[in-house]
């Protein structure tokens, strides 16, 4: 059973770079049956997928995010990374780390619980 | 970008009651359409894929239903537990959640 957990500072300044890594237990993100993601939620709004990578390097990212937004995996490490650049408050969020099923890109089964990150001076 | 409509965006029911959401995309995503149920503070669950396919372990009281552009998911007789915002997924061009629909007990 995959355990995913997220991890990264809580706080991050407005015109920065928001970084988090999620960390994967239970399984190889080396895994051919995963793709590894990221999906954020403002508080008290709706979810929006961010992006998603293989454990290759391959990437899937939203477009409205994309110029500011990469993506990584760290095999050694079992985890992968977002970054998110140029933060405003709108990118305050819980951001959730998610696996999609790599054979059929469809839906997202395993989550970690999540982390807020907020965006302030 | 495929847009996500979901109605109603709140509803109050009764225990036992039937309850119905419907889930709108902006263009016809056949059946690559997936809900979730997400309880306050928690992540959200999976509970039906492709349209129509109950998740493993999801009580089947939770049914869903359509293709193209309609889907409906429904709860056949709402529990208590059953409280929770629930959301639609297109995954046709990527991926794109509906806003929600948070269901109460009256």
């Known amino acids: 059973q995959l355990q995913l957990q997220e991890s990264g500072p809580g706080l991050v300044k407005p015109s920065e770079t928001l970084s988090l890594t999620c960390t994967v237990s239970g399984g190889s993100i080396s895994s051919s049956s995963y793709y590894w993601g990221w999906i954020r939620q403002p508080p008290g709004k709706g979810l929006e997928w961010i992006g998603s990578?293989?454990?290759?390097?391959?990437?899937y990212y939203n477009p409205s995010l994309k110029s500011r937004v990469t993506i990584s995996v760290d095999t050694s490490k079992n985890q992968f990374s977002l970054k998110l650049s140029s933060v405003t408050a709108a990118d305050t969020a819980v951001y959730y780390c998610?696996?999609?099923?790599?054979?059929?890109?469809?839906?997202?089964?395993?989550w970690g619980q999540g982390t807020l990150v907020t965006v302030s001076s | 970008d495929i847009q996500m409509t979901q109605s109603p965006s709140s509803l109050s029911a009764s225990v036992g009651d039937r309850v119905t959401i419907t889930c709108q995309a902006s263009?016809?995503?056949?059946?690559?359409l997936n809900w979730y149920q997400q309880k306050p503070g928690k992540a959200p669950k999976l509970l039906i894929y492709?349209?129509?396919n109950l998740e493993t372990g999801v009580p089947s009281r939770f049914s869903g239903s359509g293709s193209g552009t309609d889907f409906t998911f429904t709860i056949s007789s709402l529990q208590p537990e059953d409280i929770a915002t629930y959301y639609c997924q297109q995954y046709d061009n990527l991926f794109t959640f509906g806003p929600g629909t948070k269901v109460d007990i009256k």
């Open positions: 492709d349209a129509s």
């Open positions: 990578i293989y454990y290759s390097g391959s990437t």
């Open positions: 263009q016809d995503i056949s059946n690559y």
């Open positions: 998610a696996t999609l099923i790599a054979a059929r890109l469809n839906y997202f089964d395993y």
